[in-house]
Nanobody, 122 residues
Framework: QVQLVESGGGLVQAGGSLRLSCAPS????????MGWFRQAPGKEREFVAA????????IYADSVKGRFTISRGNAKNTVFLQMNSLKPEDTAVYYC???????????????RGQGTQVTVSS
């Protein structure tokens, strides 16, 4: 069974940092674009960031630009989300996803993870 497994979530104070990781099992995603999304309680899931298969292009939501950085591991099979200057409004379940194409739209991703909770206290 193909899975994307997120890790690195937790509780952090406002202004702090967390680094999320997403690693696949069951297959490789070296040739896939990968993205991060998040969903806060009572809100719709929203796009956070995405990166091409080779790391050559990245896109971000305006709300995280300048604070979050998406990157890929050396083997291109893992994706990271470095989150700095965290705010309480960043509290959400964070999901990673993989698709052949770089896209901001959750439903267009072929593979999606189960999520990791990030909680930012004020």
């Amino acid at each position: 069974q193909v899975q994307l497994v997120e890790s690195g979530g937790g509780l952090v104070q406002a202004g702090g940092s967390l680094r999320l990781s997403c690693a696949p099992s069951g297959r490789t995603f070296r040739n896939y674009a990968m993205g991060w999304f998040r969903q806060a309680p009572g809100k719709e899931r929203e796009f956070v960031a995405a990166i091409t298969w080779d790391g050559g292009r990245t896109i971000y939501a305006d709300s995280v630009k300048g604070r979050f950085t998406i990157s890929r591991g050396n083997a291109k099979n893992t994706v990271f989300l470095q989150m700095n200057s965290l705010k309480p409004e960043d509290t959400a379940v964070y999901y990673c996803a993989a698709d052949p194409n770089l896209t901001r739209f959750w439903l267009e991703y072929d593979y999606r993870g189960q999520g990791t909770q990030v909680t930012v206290s004020s």
